[in-house]
């Protein structure tokens, strides 16, 4: 995955157009599977993983002259302005549930059919299933590590934790997941 | 670490390079063990995420606000479009597309509504004054309204009002058995009879006139036998009568039309009457009418009546009847 390099990032904060149009290009991968790693499963009430990784965006475009590099890494930054975003939209659909109909578009669908989508959903369905019942830090841990591609160091210092306690989160998540999938497995095909 | 032994591999070293093989999209390590269910189902959400990521991003072309063009040249133009297209315009365009015409109906119809609200009353409120106006009589709230604005109706309605009083005075006059009186203002109600336009007002009206007149005494041809009749109740009245009449014996008697002035100064005994007659409320008004005579004496049929008016008034006042022979 690639970082932002700090020096860049300082330029960003101090209002250089070209470093901040080069930290949103490497931004935007990282808020845009968050979101879907995260979201992918929320459709409803308007606010789908495009929605939201847009916001994150704009959310650190406005917030960038208020970075100040004070030990903390502009990814952890990032991280906790994408959090909070899903977090809002998580909590906002959990209370919203109104489905808003949009007009009918008059362009060609280019999503995956119906096949497809069963397929995957049926996969997103059942990893955001084992997913929630993890503890948090855990589920962060495999979200930033798997979906945003981050190395065990860099979830440390996105996280604030040291790489080994990184690799240890990760490796209980997946302990955790494993004893979770053979229930399930076992659910369906005893 | 690999280096531990590969007999008894470190798990979280392990799972940390499933993890970095699945995130690089490599397959698992070949060390690992292969009935792991978890490592192919986080395989392919991997892959899943990435692709609806790389999707997203395809159609998500964001830019910052200003200097992105020479870092994104690739589609410039689908930046600005391609944000949008999200809820916020969709939002927009449901808003304005469908309820347009509604949305100005709406912000019309307050003032519109003000409008025609003050237009009605106006409406109402003057109609109202009109026909209130219309139908006042003398005396009420609106009859100033009327006197501006039916001037010819107000002042008919007064002539009415006028000629009504009078004709009730008439009937006061003739219970009290005063004929003189009665057939002046009788004659008064006549005169003024002309100053009504109404139609049906002015029949009824001069037939309440016929009918007044008709009850008084005509003093012409039975004169010998009507007027005796009510004169037996008359004494108790008459002093009054005959206190204010000397004012018009005073007028006539120098015109010296009568030729038997020892009768008229024999009714007048009370000589210093004229002096207090002025006090008298309606008498000044009288002598207009007998002055007239004079004028145009006798000839007239008309006159025979004003003048029998005069002969009452020396009939009132004694019983004797020194005028009939002059009448007859």
């Known amino acids: ?190 | 670490m690999t280096s531990d032994g590969p007999t008894t591999p470190d798990p979280v070293e392990q799972d940390d390079r499933l993890l970095d093989a699945i995130s690089r999209g490599a397959p698992p390590p070949p060390d690992h063990p292969a009935d792991d269910p978890i490592a192919a189902l986080l395989t392919g959400w991997h892959a899943d995420v990435l692709a609806r990521s790389q999707h997203l991003e395809s159609t998500l072309q964001l830019t910052p606000v200003g200097p992105a063009a020479h870092d994104a040249p690739a589609s410039p133009s689908t930046v600005a479009a391609a944000p949008i297209h999200g809820t916020a315009a969709r939002r927009d365009r449901s808003a304005r597309s469908p309820g347009d015409d509604l949305t100005r109906r709406l912000r019309w119809r307050p003032r519109h509504k003000a409008y025609t609200g003050a237009m009605l009353a106006l409406v109402t409120i003057t109609s109202g004054v009109w026909l209130g106006a219309a139908r006042a009589q003398p005396g009420e709230l609106m009859w100033p309204v009327t006197r501006l604005v039916h001037a010819d109706r107000a002042e008919a309605l007064i002539t009415e009002r006028e000629i009504v009083r009078t004709l009730d005075q008439v009937r006061q006059d003739l219970a009290s058995g005063q004929h003189a009186d009665a057939r002046y203002h009788l004659e008064r109600a006549a005169a003024l009879l002309d100053a009504i336009n109404d139609h049906e007002t002015a029949v009824r009206l001069r037939n309440d006139i016929e009918q007044l007149r008709q009850q008084l005494p005509a003093p012409a041809p039975e004169a010998p036998t009507s007027p005796s009749a009510p004169d037996a109740y008359v004494p108790t009245d008459l002093p009054a009568p005959s206190l204010t009449v000397p004012a018009t014996p005073a007028a006539t008697q120098p015109t010296g039309t009568d030729p038997e002035p020892a009768a008229d100064t024999s009714i007048q005994s009370p000589p210093a009457l004229p002096s207090a007659e002025p006090t008298d409320l309606p008498r000044p008004t009288r002598p207009a009418r007998p002055n007239v005579q004079p004028t145009a004496p006798q000839p007239q049929p008309s006159a025979a009546r004003t003048s029998t008016a005069e002969t009452d008034v020396h009939q009132q006042a004694p019983p004797a009847r020194p005028p009939r022979p002059r009448q007859g």
Request: proline share 6%; charged share 25%; hydrophobic share 50%.
């Open chain 1, 1 to 190: 995955m690639e970082v932002p390099d700090p020096a860049v990032v300082r330029r960003a904060v101090d209002g250089d157009p070209a470093a901040v149009a080069q930290v949103l290009t490497l931004i935007r991968p990282i808020a845009v599977r968050y979101s879907v790693a995260r979201l992918g499963h929320i459709g409803v009430g308007g606010a789908t993983a495009e929605d939201v990784a847009q916001e994150v965006c704009l959310a650190v475009l406005r917030a960038l002259p208020r970075f100040t590099d004070q030990g903390r890494p502009f990814l952890a930054f990032v991280y906790g302005i994408a959090a909070r975003k899903v977090a809002d939209v998580c909590r906002a659909a959990r209370r919203d549930r109104s489905d808003s109909v949009a007009d009918v578009p008059d362009a060609p669908d280019l999503t995956p059919g119906p096949e497809l989508r069963a397929l995957t959903a049926d996969l997103f369905a059942q990893l955001v299933r084992l997913l929630a019942q993890l503890p948090a830090t855990h589920r962060e841990v495999l979200v930033l590590r798997l979906a945003v591609g981050m190395t065990a160091d860099e979830v440390g210092t996105v996280l604030g934790m040291t790489a080994g306690a990184v690799r240890l989160a990760q490796h209980r998540a997946l302990t955790r997941l494993r004893t979770l999938a053979g229930d399930t497995l076992t659910e369906v095909n005893p």
